[in-house]
């Protein structure tokens, strides 16, 4: 990992208020399906500067980031085209990383709508309610939710410190209680939870560059290093037994085993071609997969991008 990229990871994450559109391109982005022979189809939503899409548990509908004036928003709109895009975040300034619950009845996101660092809140999917705060205030800390479990008792948070910098912790959600998954002086970040729920996918550079690693949970228990050469942004095919991540231009695909008797599988290219990926990107994935695992939902940049790791 470069030098210059960590800093600039951790100064974005601590930063009480992150309006990363300030470091975005001018150009604006495109979204494009992208299937495994690395075909593309773009959508039908207009060129904007997009970041962070979510596709809902069904795959009917996507959550989306979109910079704009200083701000960041989530918009809606219904796949596979996404033809009409509609705004789903109004308060505050900074909203961003749409995360839906295994139900897909309510959408998460951080945001800065009530000052001080960026929490974590949910909303009604269908735009109903109010959004509510999943967390109290921790002091300086940017408390990020980044995906739930599949039962929905359980979010993995990205957490970020001056003393630790970006870590990893869980919140339980009947109680709202928070506690460490992983907190070091290392990077770690992009967790995501498996599809049966026992494992947990992230990104670490405890090695000294940025890795993929699965972790089973509750904690101390079994744990594998998935990437070989650098890996940023694990998501899980949500059919299971593989896990994507990205190397550079290239995503990457490794069979894994979560049943009882574990193994992980070499890593394979699935295809090779730069899309976005925003600065702190190793953090959290900057695209996402349809529910049958064979078609990726890609940012695409008018003018192209250099990768980031």
């Not at 391109?25 to 399906?33: D, G, N, Q, Y």
């Not at 299937?35 to 069904?58: H, T, V, W």
């Not at 970020?160 to 002086?185: C, H, K, Q, S």
């Not at 095919?237 to 695909?253: H, Q, T, V």
Request: charged fraction near 15%; proline fraction near 10%; hydrophobic fraction near 35%.
């Amino acid at each position: 990992m470069r030098t210059c990229l960590g800093a600039l990871l951790v100064i974005l994450s601590i930063t009480p208020v992150t309006v990363s559109t300030q470091q975005a391109p001018s150009a604006p982005r495109t979204l494009v399906w992208v299937d495994r022979a690395g075909n593309e189809q773009p959508l039908s939503a207009p060129a904007r500067l997009y970041q962070n899409p979510r596709i809902s548990p069904d795959g009917r509908r996507l959550g989306v980031s979109i910079g704009e004036q200083g701000q960041e928003h989530i918009w809606m709109c219904d796949l596979p085209a996404c033809s009409n895009l509609t705004q789903f975040t109004k308060l505050g300034t900074t909203n961003d990383i749409a995360v839906w619950t295994p139900d897909g009845r309510r959408l998460a996101f951080y945001s800065n709508m009530q000052g001080g660092p960026a929490a974590a809140y949910w909303q009604m999917a269908d735009g109903s309610g109010m959004p509510e705060r999943l967390t109290p205030p921790i002091g300086p800390i940017a408390q990020q939710l980044r995906a739930f479990s599949p039962n929905g008792q359980f979010a993995a948070m990205y957490h970020a410190t001056p003393a630790t910098g970006p870590d990893i912790w869980l919140l339980r959600l009947n109680d709202r209680v928070e506690f460490p998954f992983l907190a070091t002086p290392a990077i770690e970040g992009a967790p995501r939870y498996s599809p049966d729920g026992n494992w947990l996918a992230y990104m670490s550079t405890e090695s000294g560059g940025p890795q993929v690693y699965v972790q089973e949970l509750p904690g101390d228990r079994r744990k594998r290093q998935v990437s070989t050469d650098g890996g940023i942004q694990p998501v899980w095919n949500p059919k299971g037994s593989e896990l994507f991540y990205r190397n550079g231009s290239r995503l990457m695909a490794v069979p894994i085993t979560t049943s009882q008797n574990f193994a992980v599988g070499q890593p394979k290219v699935v295809f090779d071609r730069a899309y976005f990926v925003t600065p702190i990107g190793q953090t959290n994935p900057s695209y996402d997969i349809s529910p049958d695992g064979q078609r990726f939902l890609m940012i695409k940049e008018t003018a192209g991008q250099r990768p980031t790791n």
